[in-house]
């Protein structure tokens, strides 16, 4: 399998699922000012017209965009890993929930701050609705290890990728502490680190 990527960007997070549930994928970065492949400069968009990553090209010759999507196919391909709970389970239907709130209300909103276009009134009208979300997700993350109890999942891949975009945005995270101590306990694990080497962000 192959994964395209671009130094952490939201494909951070399958890039750590991967990892984590011991898969080997083909790292292919991509340029997204340009829409071409950095290791020779064809078109990206030739391959994913969406034109934004990530995208996982499956053995097959398919391709599977969109992270959560991507995120619980690897899971699934190594359920032992325990990344994610069963398919039609109440447990994987919580999965998903937190997967579609961070999509939605986190990484939509988050991602608003590196488009210099974005007025600053827009930019202000999202930090006081983001400030809500951060509320709130610091409050379920009270008293866990982890977005889904003591298990790391998918959930937390996506979760600590977006949030690790607010010190290059200069959001200030310090008012919700338990998202900081969330960030530092999975910035800590392993095959994160690996994951955050491999894309050149951490030494």
Known sequence: MKLYYSPGACSLAPHIVAREAGIPVDLTKVDLKTKTLADGGASYTAINAKGYVPAL???????????????????????????APKIGSMERLRLQEWLNFISTELHKAMGTFFNPK???????AVTERLGVRLDYLAKELGG?????????????????TVMNWAPMVRFDLSRWLAIGEYQKRVAQRPKVQEALKAEGLLK
């Open 144 to 160: 866990k290890q982890y977005l889904m109890g003591d298990k790391f999942s998918v959930a937390d891949a996506y979760l600590f």
């Open 57 to 83: 090209g499956l053995d097959d010759g398919s391709m599977l965009t969109e992270g959560p999507a991507i995120m619980q196919y690897l899971a699934d391909q190594k359920p032992d890993a325990g990344l």
């Open 118 to 124: 974005a007025p600053q009134e827009w930019k202000t």
